[in-house]
């Protein structure tokens, strides 16, 4: 049986739980709770997720690499180190 949230509590690098894949999006649950969900990502070059409408803020945390991210139209880049709260 796999279990694909990280175990609590612990120590973790998030930027270690993922591997980029060529051509593809990859994630993993962080933490999964009726209130809300953590979620990480590895986006390949040029990939991107569909536009969105959740009930409750998103922060994204941008842990290597570079990103365009697009809000109501308006382009923000990140930076390895860079957050943005949608």
């Given at each position: ?8 509590p ?6 270690n ?6 051509g593809s999006?990859?994630?993993k649950s962080?933490l ?7 979620t ?16 409750f ?15 109501n139209?308006e ?12």
């Open positions: 049986m796999e279990i694909n949230e990280l175990i609590n612990g120590v973790h690098n998030i930027k739980e993922l591997e980029y894949e060529s999006v990859v994630f962080i999964k709770k009726y209130t809300g969900s953590v990480a990502f590895a986006f390949d070059v040029g990939k991107s997720l569909v536009d969105k409408v959740l009930p803020n998103t922060m994204i945390q941008l842990i290597d690499g570079n990103a365009e991210i697009v809000i139209e382009s923000f880049l990140l930076s390895s180190g860079d957050s943005i709260i949608i």
